[in-house]
Structure formats: C-alpha cells, structure tokens
C-alpha cells in the first residue's frame, strides 16, 4: 500500500523513493535472472522481454533521462536515495550493466559486434552474479 498521508515531515515522499527504487531493482534483476535460467546468450525471449519490461518502466517512471530510447541505466543517478538504500543502488547499477550489454547484443549489426556484444554480456552477467548472489532486501 502507498503512502498518500504523513504526520512525519517527508515520509512520503522517502516512502515513493523507496516504491521507486524497489521496482526498479526487481524489473533489472528480473533481467539477470531469466539470462541466468537462460541459455545466458539472450536468445531467448524471456530476457528480452524482461529488457523491453524494464525499458518501459524507466521510460514511465523517468521520462526526462531518456535520450532516444529507456537504457537501463537511464536516470539511476537521478533517483531519489533514502539512508540505507545504497546497497540496493549498487545492486541496480550493476544489473543495469547487464541490460545495457544485453540491449547491444541485441542490436548488434554484424558477426563481429555479436562476437564482441556476447563476451561483453557474458562478462557483466557473471560479475552481477558474483556481487550480488541475493537479493538486497528494500524495508521500509
């Protein structure tokens, strides 16, 4: 349930950021996760569609970082961060890395970039996993 009513100075405002945050860390290791249950390459659908997920949240949520097109990066240096948050931020930059090389190989317009797009995602996928094997819990 969100907080539409406060008698403490800012609790709603610090309750969205945190609605913010939460989401966002859920839609990008959504990301990690389905190219972990994957095959790992992003040939399936279902990372894809987790991406296409996460881009369309950012895209929503934080219209004005977006340059073109939501990049999973977008905006996260804009958000708002309660104290005690910052370990869930690191977790979400981290797992927006991967996105970022998993939204390359999948515009990649040769053999080559491919090549290079799938080592970069590879790379970014087993450094999340080994930064972050659990969740970051977000308690209000």
């Not at 090389?101 to 996993?129: C, G, P, V």
Request: proline share 6%; net charge negative.
């Amino acid at each position: 349930m969100r907080m539409v009513r406060s008698s403490v100075p800012g609790a709603t405002d610090r309750d969205h950021a945190i609605r913010l945050l939460t989401e966002r860390a859920v839609l990008t290791r959504m990301v990690c996760r389905e190219l972990k249950d994957g095959d790992g390459l992003g040939n399936d659908l279902r990372p894809q569609t987790a991406l296409f997920i996460l881009s369309r949240w950012i895209g929503d949520n934080l219209p004005d970082s977006v340059q073109v097109e939501p990049c999973p990066d977008d905006g996260i240096d804009q958000m708002s961060v309660p104290d005690g948050y910052a370990e869930l931020v690191a977790q979400m930059k981290s797992g927006a890395q991967v996105g970022k090389a998993l939204f390359m190989l999948l515009t990649a317009d040769n053999r080559i970039q491919h090549e290079s797009d799938h080592e970069n995602l590879k790379r970014a996928l087993a450094a999340y996993w080994a930064k972050h094997p659990v969740t970051v819990p977000a308690v209000r």
